[in-house]
């Protein structure tokens, strides 16, 4: 190995990303030593008043909301036949399989004792509790998923007949994921209708398990467009002439989808806040907020996608897809975080602290590294020579 190739890839190795990713991932591990030998209360800001704090607000009712492009991906392609967004089907799957494992795997630092994760599901089933049925479908669709992924995975290493198998069995997990993914992102949502005192009145309603998986929705189609785009440089040289040929028409198709259904949990919510009879609270300073979320995170984008549409300009549908996603991560953090306990006084409210931010870090760069990992060894964003024109 000549000079120049060891210090070009001593170059490659320390980028500004694999730098900063690497003092994350130090951090990270430090804040872990440091969770599971000193408690909660060693790195967490939490108490008796807020027993969830980001890593529940962010790393599991964001992680799983954005994880949501999987199954909308696979079931415009195998559902509903629009065999044209087969490309994206792949990098959706690794994306919501990665989303779902890293929800697992944060929900270790909140609860703790990770050898008694299986109990709830084998052991100790509380069939009465919003939370089983949470869990369960996150463990089945985490295990769907992880099938739906395994055909990449088995042409990587050269395994044609279970691949073979696997594949034979695409519409039956994908109906399957859909089934999961409606019941455990409507359930996350019905968690907070038990605490009705707890909640602002503009963001809780009987209808919140409808709010959430509708809002799902959204979320997926935007983190495919959204994920897309940031992988698209970097990713360059992977993508195949197929998956480059059908990017612009999956961001036309999806923005159209994204726009409707936004423009429907926008009329849901206006729907929902007329039913509770809640307009007096908007002249509120929380009033104010809502309006921000919804006008801005909501009405916006679901127009600058119609607009995108319409003039076929994909940078609009990306900025769309950007300020959706953003939305998601706002509506989450208002209803698990700002408008709940509202009532408090400002001294007993919530504020995370340095340590449950830097895990939520620490789970994000996990991901980044483990989706670029993979995407750069096996056929993700290209279809392997020997399956070509299968799909």
């Known amino acids: 190995m000549s000079a120049e190739t060891v210090a070009a890839e001593k ?176 359930s996350l949502g019905a968690l907070f209708t038990i605490a009705p005192s707890k909640l602002h009145p503009l963001w809780y309603s009987q209808y919140l398990p409808v709010f959430f998986f509708v809002s799902s929705i959204c979320a997926g189609l935007s983190m495919v467009i959204f994920e897309g785009t940031l992988s698209h440089k970097p990713m360059h040289h992977l993508m195949d002439e197929e998956y480059l040929d059908n990017h612009d028409g999956l961001i036309l198709g999806f923005g159209k989808a994204a726009s409707l259904v936004l423009f429907g949990y926008f009329s849901i919510k206006v729907i929902g806040l007329a039913y509770d009879n809640n307009w007096h609270y908007l002249t509120t300073g929380y009033g104010a907020w809502f309006l921000v979320e919804m006008l801005g995170f909501v009405a916006l984008p679901s127009f600058l996608y119609a607009i995108g549409v319409r003039d076929r300009s994909i940078p609009v549908i990306k900025w769309a897809a950007a300020l959706t996603v953003l939305g998601i991560v706002v509506n989450r953090f208002n209803i698990s975080l700002v408008a709940f306990n509202y009532q408090l006084p400002s001294a007993q409210r919530y504020f995370p602290s340095w340590g449950e931010i830097t895990i939520s870090l620490f789970v994000v760069t996990i991901g980044v590294l483990v989706f670029r990992f993979v995407s750069t060894r096996m056929p993700i964003f290209y279809e392997h020579p020997d399956y070509k024109g299968e799909h």
Request: aromatic letters at 14%; a positive charge.
């Open 11 to 186: 170059k490659s190795l320390f980028t500004p990303f694999n730098i900063i990713a690497g003092i994350i991932l130090i951090a990270g591990l430090v804040v872990t030593v440091m969770r599971f030998t000193g408690g909660l209360g060693a790195v967490t800001n939490l108490d008796q008043n807020n027993p969830w704090g980001i890593w529940i607000g962010f790393d599991l009712l964001c992680g799983v909301a954005l994880a949501a492009g999987g199954y909308t991906t696979s079931a415009a392609c195998y559902v509903f036949g629009l065999k044209k967004y087969h490309s994206a089907v792949r990098p959706a799957i690794l994306t919501a399989f990665l989303g779902y494992a890293l929800v697992v795997f944060a929900l270790h630092y909140d609860v703790g004792r990770p050898w008694r994760l299986p109990y709830p599901i084998f052991v100790q089933q509380g069939t009465t509790s919003l939370l089983f049925e949470v869990g369960l479908c996150v463990f089945l669709y985490l295990t769907v998923l992880f099938i739906e992924f395994t055909p990449a995975m088995f042409e990587w290493l050269g395994m044609k007949k279970i691949r073979n198998v696997v594949v034979k069995l695409t519409l039956a997990l994908t109906i399957m994921g859909v089934v999961l993914s409606t019941l455990h992102q409507s």
